[in-house]
């Protein structure tokens, strides 16, 4: 079975900027996370989505958005961008969320100018 | 509030050495599942072992073993004569039953000298 999958694997953007970044669960997963890992932060959770409604939200401005597909694809867009916004940004997927273990992407690494 | 603590920020041994890295939780769920990941430097957080808070039964896994005490409320994993493929980030998380959210620790940076 193919493993998450993300795209792009690197991104360069200036301040100001809008980026989206796409990420393809696990087949017959259906429940996707974003986390954002920077060294100062760490791994902090962004958003869930399920069944195409955003279920869970982490402490983040408004700025970070996503949404999620009918095929259970998932994007996540980021509005005006920051430097503060460089970071290396991780998808996983599960079943169906909630109890089952999280698979990662290689995540997007977005550098931001 | 839920949090995990990774003291040791960075391990460096020699091959075939054993090393044991730390994690502490905190947390006031009573069902909560724990997690380590390995993250080698191309970045995927690649799964190792998941726990749930009912089940402390220790598990070994050809090299690799973990530790779960919920006395302590630490659950470690140690690495049995070490290999240089070993070398990476490793984190350990902590979720609640009901929650997608993943918290987790700083991360240990794992050094396996030849």
Request: net charge positive.
């Amino acid at each position: 079975k193919a493993g998450v999958t993300q795209t792009p694997r690197y991104l360069i953007k200036t301040r100001g900027q809008q980026v989206t970044l796409s990420c393809s669960p696990i087949s017959g997963h259906r429940s996707v996370s974003w986390y954002q890992q920077t060294p100062g932060q760490g791994l902090q959770f962004l958003f869930e989505y399920f069944s195409e409604t955003q279920r869970n939200k982490g402490n983040f401005p408004g700025r970070f958005s996503g949404r999620q597909f009918s095929n259970s694809r998932s994007e996540m867009n980021v509005s005006t961008l920051e430097l503060g916004d460089s970071a290396l940004y991780l998808c996983a997927s599960s079943l169906r969320g909630q109890v089952e273990t999280q698979y990662f992407g290689p995540g997007t690494r977005l550098l931001v100018l | 509030a839920q949090k995990v603590t990774q003291a040791q920020t960075e391990i460096s041994v020699v091959e075939k050495e054993d090393v044991t890295l730390d994690c502490v939780y905190e947390t006031r769920d009573t069902t909560y599942y724990l997690f380590w990941y390995k993250q080698p430097p191309s970045g995927e957080l690649v799964f190792l072992i998941r726990r749930n808070s009912f089940d402390e039964q220790n598990e070994i896994s050809g090299r690799y073993s973990w530790n779960f005490q919920k006395s302590t409320s630490s659950f470690n994993f140690t690495i049995t004569a070490s290999q240089v493929v070993d070398s990476a980030v490793y984190f350990c998380a902590l979720k609640s039953a009901g929650a997608q959210k993943l918290v987790f620790g700083q991360g240990t940076r794992l050094t396996i000298n030849p």
